[in-house]
């Protein structure tokens, strides 16, 4: 029975823990780090095991120590909402100290692991942290500019990779920001959509408009073009200058098929505005980052 129950124990920790730091995000959010890091590599600076390991276990530390962070201070208002409130913390399973302890934990684990690999990736994993805990998650009750200011945390992760790899934040490490950075809005504001009347329970302002209407949806389509031109700067960079970031012409048309099939989910919205399809575009641009980072990769090794 004891076995039974220090078994049942172990697990109900290990989910509470996969919870606390979103690991589903946190895994994700890691894949673009592997992204950049891949990219970033090369003669002068070669691929190297451990740095990606470290880049890994430190990048899940600090994407899980503000995702920790962010349920600790916004536990009173997850308990409103259908998609939060059986959280660890709201739901009483883990306590608001203990949870604050794993954050501070995998806080100082995250920043050693990436000092380990440069300074400077740790001092964005640093900042990502300060913004996305500090001014993202206090702007959500407040303003829809919360969205903008947390797409810079957002965007850190692929150019993170970049900057692990190299140890320069340069105009490769800043195009990859710049492209994550204009992806945060179709998604975010997608998920805000079909969210709405959850998020509304809590009081908080995802959407531009503040409400599901064609000026919601119409800078879902204007975003989701800048994506596009954003996404097209490595075809185009070495035109005009010395860049170790490039992409061939046939990398070139498929970025860009991609980016006009995730426009057409866009532009669906526009013309229905409904949950179905802002789901349809959540789920679209998520393909579409993970794609996009999959062409970048494949085209700088067949080159």
């Known amino acids: 029975m004891s076995a039974t129950a220090n078994t049942f124990s172990i697990k109900s920790i290990f989910l509470d823990f996969k919870e606390i730091t979103k690991a589903g995000l946190a895994i994700s959010v890691l894949f673009s780090s592997i992204a950049g890091y891949l990219l970033g590599f090369d003669e002068a600076h070669p691929f190297s095991w451990s740095v990606l390991a470290m880049l890994m276990i430190g ?25 939060t409130k059986n959280r660890p913390v709201p739901s009483g399973r883990m306590s608001s100290n203990m949870a604050l302890f794993i954050a501070s934990l995998l806080t100082i684990i995250g920043l050693i692991l990436l000092y380990m690999i440069n300074p400077k990736t740790a001092m964005f994993g640093a900042i990502s942290i300060f913004l996305y805990t500090s001014i993202y998650t206090p702007l959500k009750t ?60 809590a009081g908080f302002f995802m959407l531009p408009s503040g409400k599901r209407d ?65 789901k349809t575009l959540m789920l679209a641009s998520v393909a579409y980052i993970t794609l996009l980072q999959i062409i970048y990769i494949v085209d700088k090794f067949l080159r």
């Open 59 to 83: 990048g899940y530390c600090m994407v899980g120590a503000s995702n920790a962070y962010n349920q600790v201070i916004e536990k009173d208002l997850d308990v409103l909402m259908d998609r």
């Open 142 to 201: 407040v303003t829809p500019l919360s969205v903008f200011v947390g797409a810079f945390p957002g965007a850190i992760p692929f150019m993170l990779g970049w900057v692990a790899a190299t140890g320069d934040f340069g105009i490769e490490a800043g195009t990859l920001f710049l492209i994550q950075f204009f992806w945060q809005f179709p998604h975010f504001w997608a998920i805000g959509w079909f969210l709405y009347e959850d998020y509304e329970k």
């Open 214 to 278: 064609n000026t919601t949806a119409l800078q879902v389509i204007l975003y989701t073009a800048w994506l596009i031109g954003a996404s097209l700067i490595p075809f185009v960079l070495p035109y005009f200058a010395v860049t170790k970031l490039s992409l061939s012409i046939v990398a070139a048309v498929l970025v860009l098929v991609l980016g006009l099939w995730l426009l057409s989910h866009g532009i669906r919205l526009y013309r229905q505005r409904t949950a179905k399809a802002a």
